[in-house]
């Protein structure tokens, strides 16, 4: 479980984050939602340690928890960008393989055991060899989903899961990370889209813009 209490986040002076207070169940979906500007990417960035708060606490489990000094090996919260972030120049294989080869060591026989099934259940079996640019744009999701599951975080986090692609993959999208779910992955969705938070969250928390 992850908790966060009294965060408070300011830009330049300007508050964008007032006393968030927010509960991650186990195993759940947690949609954020809330208008432009009004601070979701700035709570998930700060949720993965990407960014600072100013005040508040992040529990894990109970125990204060501060994921700017997170070990990259006991990987908490794994980030699935809204344009991916996959390195252009490496294949499927490699894209995925390389942080648990680099950080978590795994040996050649641990990478096909542990990462070969993580692609299978993506859909992504036999793209190995694929560049990112061989890929559509759901491909690319999954790689990007691929790669950061093969961290084994505590939880899947998601900038805008939908806004990349075409409006017909949100059912796709929607049923993917249902899946997920069903797989005990505790996942955050931040998104514009009420209608898919709606319908796969167990919890919606909405950011309001302050000002
Ligand atoms: N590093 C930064 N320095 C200054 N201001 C920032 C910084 N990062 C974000 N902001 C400002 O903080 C506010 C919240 O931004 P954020 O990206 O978190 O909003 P959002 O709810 O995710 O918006 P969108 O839905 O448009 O992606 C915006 O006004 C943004 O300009």
């Known amino acids: 479980m992850i908790e966060l209490k009294n965060i408070k986040k300011s830009f330049n002076g300007r508050m964008i ?6 509960t991650i169940n186990d195993g759940d979906i947690l949609a954020i939602v809330g208008p432009s500007g009004a601070g979701k990417t700035t709570l998930l960035r700060a949720l993965a340690g990407l960014g600072d708060i ?11 928890f501060d ?7 006991n990987n908490v919260i794994g980030v699935v960008f809204q ?9 499927v294989w490699e894209n995925v393989t390389l942080a648990p080869k680099m950080v978590l060591k795994m040996t050649k026989q641990e ?10 259940h993506l859909q992504l079996a036999g793209k190995d060899d694929l560049y ?22 505590r939880v899947l986090a998601y900038d805008e899961p939908t806004s990349a692609l075409d409006p017909s993959m949100r059912t796709e999208v929607a049923n993917l990370l249902l899946e ?6 505790t996942q955050i969705v931040v998104t514009h889209d009420i209608e898919l938070a709606n319908s796969i969250a167990d919890k919606v928390f909405t950011v309001n813009a302050l000002s």
Do not use: C, H
Request: aromatic share 4%.
């Open 111 to 120: 990478l096909e055991t542990r990462i070969k099934p993580i692609l299978t």
């Open 83 to 91: 344009d991916y972030n996959l390195f252009p120049n490496l294949t």
């Open 54 to 64: 100013d005040s508040g606490e992040i529990l894990l489990d109970g125990q204060q």
């Open 17 to 22: 984050l007032n006393d968030i207070n927010l």
């Open 67 to 73: 994921p700017r000094n997170s070990d990259l090996k």
């Open 132 to 153: 990112p640019f061989e890929l559509s744009g759901g491909m690319k999701q999954r790689v990007a989903i691929a790669r950061a599951l093969a961290m084994q975080p």
């Open 180 to 185: 997920l779910k069903k797989d005990g992955v």
